[in-house]
Structure formats: C-alpha cells, structure tokens
C-alpha cells in the first residue's frame, strides 16, 4: 500500500460495523452510497454478522451488488466487547445523555482499541493511493488515528449518526478525552445538526486544548481538522412514490373514519422516549373525553439488543404502560393504544405514514431521526397528517414547521395532540408543503455529495498547505 496519500477522484472506501448484505441496495445509508461506489469501483467493508474462533486479518467478499463488499470476522469475545461493551454499553448511552446508564469495563475500552487497531490493519492492505476514506458512526471512533500511524495520508472522512456529547458529558467516560484526539486524525469530521457541532466545539477546545483557527477548522498536535453539520435527509422523491403505492396496499379497516390515527416508529430504546409518550397520551386521553374512540395509537417498537438490562427494563415498562392505557379506557369497539413489538416492512411502514394522521417523533435524545422526514414524504399533499417532533431530535432544526414540543413535558405534548387533531386543513397543506420544500433540497443524495464535496476540499487544505 502506497501511503503517501492523493487527491485523485479514486476509489471511495466506506467503513462502517454493519456492512450491506443485500444484492439490492436498501435502507437510507446504502442508497445514498450505492452510486458513488458503483462509479468510483468503490467499496464497502464492514463486519460479517457471522464471529470466528481466532482473529483473522483478512477480508472475505460478499458476492453480488453493485458494488464490492469486503467483510472482516470478529470473535465472539471481540464483539462482546467492542460492540456490545464499550461501544453500546459506554458510547451511546454518552452520546445519548444517559450517562448514568454507561457500563464502562476496562476491559471492553481495551477491546474496542484493538479492534480498531485490526480493522486498519485489514483496510491498509486494500488501499491505493487515490482511494477516499469514509468512516461511518461511533463503532470505529479511533479508526482513522489507527489508519494514520500506519502511515496512512489518504483522505479521511467521518460522518457520526448519533447525537455529539457536550464536553461534560464526554467528561463522565474515563478517557473520554481522547475521543477529542480521534476526531483530530480525520480530515472532515461530519455531525448531523448545528448543536452537535457546538458541543463538538467545546470539547475540542475545551478538553483537547485545540486552537479554531477559523469556524468549523481546527488545529492539534500538527493536525487539522474541519469539522461542519451535514444532515442526512432520505431519498424523498422515492419514498414517496412507495408510499403512495403501499397505501393502496393496506388492508382493509386500518383506518375507519372519522376515526384518526396516530403513529410511532421507534426502536425499542431508551433514547426514543416512549413510556412518555404512552404517559401524554393517557394524559391527553384523561382531558379529552370527547376524543374516546375517535383516536388510536399504533406503536411499531422492534427490539433492539435485547438481553441488555436498560433495555429489558425499557420494554417491561411499556408493556404494563400500555396495558394500564388500554384498561383504563378501551372498550369492545375500540384500543388506544396498538403496541407492535416486531420489526415491520418497509413498504407496509411507508402505507401506515401515509394513512396516519398524526405521526409521534418524540426522542428523548436522537441524531436525526428520519421517521419524521419519511413520515412527512409519505402524506398525500391535499390532505396531509402532522408531525409531533421533539426539539431534541436533530431533524427539529430542518423541520420547524412540525410541532415542536419537549419529550419531558407529558402535557405540552397531550396539548399538541389535540391541535394536531383540530388544525384547518389549509394550515397542514401550508406546513407539510414548506416541509416537503427542505426535504426535496437536502435528500440523501444532497447528503453524500455535500459531504464527499467537502472531504476533498479538507484534504486539498490539508496536503497543499
């Protein structure tokens, strides 16, 4: 592998933990890099969902797709710890504000280091030159300072999907300035909203010591970085298209006028504020007499990580929320609350947008959260629903025509449902259409180019200066 570095339009190298598998590309991410790896020869390598008895340094190809993926194997005990352990038992409850739910074990930070370490081993041997690094979200933090004591000077970029911690936040994790040093390896550093990009600032400058030698460009130990918000949107134009054929999919009696709907689609995870959600419901349910059998709420919550006690915790207490809702005021002709606790398709989550007329986006905490983008895309625009969105999602400062409410505040919430529930029609096409508006210009197409545009002018700076 030749490290001197380029700034060649070579090939792009996406790195992430998860790695597509599908012969066809899906879900947001992929879409969004489908095209630019399939023209540059590009590829994406990431782990295989399969572990191995001995760590290997190779990669095996996934055949089929478009595009080359590569996959390296971890063991059972490295994906305990790196994934499991550190990097969603440490990172995201941190990222999240929920530091008072981080397990931090020695041994997993250990792990997660190594890991690392490996991973930039396996990626230096596949380099070229020319080639454009990406590294995708928290998993693979220290990838690129790995990368760079082998000598690597290729273009780095970094795009995280979660939330950025404040500096205080950082300061709760041992070690956890050292994420300030990871950071400063990259040449462009992407986060998803302008807040995240102001608690990135006070702890590059706050607990790292590094100099903003102008906004958004920082300098450390020799090294500078760029660092700017790039929100990621999702493909609009496609997604609405789906929704508009899902919808007429739909099984009969889903909606059944004048009877309204109301939706939530959500992981099953402690960030996403769901027993809020079923609290301000019940509250809204406890005000609103006359609203009894003419609204309902469907909830679709996967699991996620399950055996993980913050999360075992988090589903026992939306189970009983909902069955307490449900007892409290269901009758034989009508549920409340719809609690679904298995992953739904795609397709059939585009139609229940589409015939929602209320969609629930109320995180407690969230990097984006594109729900509320796909929600908003879905609606038929003569007669659309209404986003509910938290202001702690990052989607909150591209969308302010949504109701904007705060997730802690059951009642502002059961408040906002009612006018959700009673707006003019005229008022939902005024807002839905100013929404579709930003949503067409910043798609996931935009994202990627913005981003990848941006990659190259920083290592341009970076290698001429």
């Given at each position: 592998?030749?490290?001197?570095?380029?700034?060649?339009?070579?090939?792009?190298?996406?790195?992430?933990?998860?790695?597509?598998?599908?012969?066809?590309?899906?879900?947001?991410?992929?879409?969004?890099?489908?095209?630019?790896?399939?023209?540059?020869?590009?590829?994406?390598?990431?782990?295989?969902?399969?572990?191995?008895?001995q760590p290997e340094d190779d990669l095996t190809e996934i055949e089929g797709g478009a595009f080359r993926r590569l996959a390296f194997r971890l063991t059972a005990a490295e994906q305990e710890g790196y994934y499991a352990g550190f990097s969603n038992s440490v990172l995201w409850p941190v990222f999240h504000d929920r530091a008072d739910l981080m397990e931090f074990r020695r041994e997993d930070h250990e792990t997660y280091r190594a890991v690392n370490r490996r991973i930039a081993r396996i990626v230096a041997?596949?380099?070229?030159?020319?080639?454009?690094?990406?590294?995708?979200?928290?998993?693979?933090?220290?990838?690129?300072?790995?990368?760079?004591?082998?000598?690597?000077?290729?273009?780095?970029?970094?795009?995280?999907?979660?939330?950025?911690?404040?500096?205080?936040?950082?300061?709760?994790?041992?070690?956890?300035?050292?994420?300030?040093?990871?950071?400063?390896?990259?040449?462009?550093?992407?986060?998803?909203?302008?807040?995240?990009?102001?608690?990135?600032?006070?702890?590059?400058?706050?607990?790292?010591?590094?100099?903003?030698?102008?906004?958004?460009?920082?300098?450390?130990?020799?090294?500078?970085?760029?660092?700017?918000?790039?929100?990621?949107?999702?493909?609009?134009?496609?997604?609405?298209?789906?929704?508009?054929?899902?919808?007429?999919?739909?099984?009969?009696?889903?909606?059944?006028?004048?009877?309204?709907?109301?939706?939530?689609?959500?992981?099953?995870?402690?960030?996403?504020?769901?027993?809020?959600?079923?609290?301000?419901?019940?509250?809204?349910?406890?005000?609103?007499?006359?609203?009894?059998?003419?609204?309902?709420?469907?909830?679709?919550?996967?699991?996620?990580?399950?055996?993980?006690?913050?999360?075992?915790?988090?589903?026992?207490?939306?189970?009983?929320?909902?069955?307490?809702?449900?007892?409290?005021?269901?009758?034989?002709?009508?549920?409340?609350?719809?609690?679904?606790?298995?992953?739904?398709?795609?397709?059939?989550?585009?139609?229940?947008?589409?015939?929602?007329?209320?969609?629930?986006?109320?995180?407690?905490?969230?990097?984006?959260?594109?729900?509320?983008?796909?929600?908003?895309?879905?609606?038929?625009?003569?007669?659309?629903?209404?986003?509910?969105?938290?202001?702690?999602?990052?989607?909150?400062?591209?969308?302010?025509?949504?109701?904007?409410?705060?997730?802690?505040?059951?009642?502002?919430?059961?408040?906002?449902?009612?006018?959700?529930?009673?707006?003019?029609?005229?008022?939902?096409?005024?807002?839905?259409?100013?929404?579709?508006?930003?949503?067409?210009?910043?798609?996931?197409?935009?994202?990627?180019?913005?981003?990848?545009?941006?990659?190259?002018?920083?290592?341009?700076?970076?290698?001429?200066?």
């Open positions: 592998m030749d490290g001197s570095g380029g700034l060649g339009r070579g090939r792009l190298i996406c790195l992430s933990n998860r790695i597509p598998t599908g012969a066809e590309p899906s879900g947001g991410l992929v879409v969004a890099l489908a095209d630019v790896l399939e023209r540059s020869g590009g590829i994406w390598i990431g782990a295989a969902p399969e572990t191995t008895d041997k596949v380099l070229r030159r020319e080639d454009r690094i990406w590294i995708h979200d928290y998993h693979l933090l220290p990838l690129a300072a790995e990368l760079r004591r082998l000598g690597v000077e290729n273009p780095i970029g970094f795009f995280l999907h979660t939330p950025f911690p404040t500096a205080l936040a950082l300061q709760s994790m041992p070690q956890g300035n050292e994420i300030c040093g990871w950071l400063m390896a990259h040449d462009l550093v992407g986060l998803q909203a302008q807040r995240d990009c102001v608690h990135a600032r006070g702890a590059l400058t706050r607990l790292a010591g590094a100099e903003e030698l102008e906004e958004g460009l920082y300098a450390l130990d020799g090294r500078r970085m760029r660092l700017a918000a790039f929100p990621i949107g999702i493909d609009t134009a496609d997604f609405t298209r789906l929704a508009g054929q899902a919808f007429d999919r739909l099984p009969p009696g889903i909606v059944k006028p004048p009877r309204q709907l109301m939706i939530g689609v959500d992981r099953l995870d402690y960030s996403k504020g769901l027993p809020n959600r079923f609290r301000a419901f019940r509250h809204f349910l406890d005000l609103q007499e006359d609203w009894h059998r003419r609204v309902s709420l469907l909830q679709i919550a996967p699991p996620t990580r399950e055996g993980v006690k913050a999360y075992d915790d988090i589903r026992e207490e939306l189970e009983g929320l909902a069955g307490k809702v449900n007892g409290a005021f269901a009758d034989i002709t009508w549920t409340p609350i719809r609690y679904i606790h298995r992953p739904v398709p795609r397709e059939t989550l585009a139609g229940l947008y589409r015939a929602s007329h209320i969609a629930l986006v109320t995180p407690l905490m969230d990097g984006m959260n594109l729900v509320a983008k796909e929600f908003v895309a879905a609606q038929d625009p003569e007669d659309p629903g209404v986003l509910i969105l938290s202001r702690f999602a990052g989607a909150a400062e591209q969308m302010p025509e949504a109701l904007i409410v705060n997730p802690h505040d059951e009642g502002e919430i059961a408040a906002q449902i009612l006018t959700a529930l009673t707006m003019p029609r005229s008022e939902r096409r005024r807002r839905h259409a100013a929404l579709m508006e930003g949503l067409g210009a910043q798609d996931v197409h935009w994202w990627s180019d913005a981003f990848l545009t941006a990659l190259t002018g920083a290592s341009a700076a970076r290698v001429g200066r």
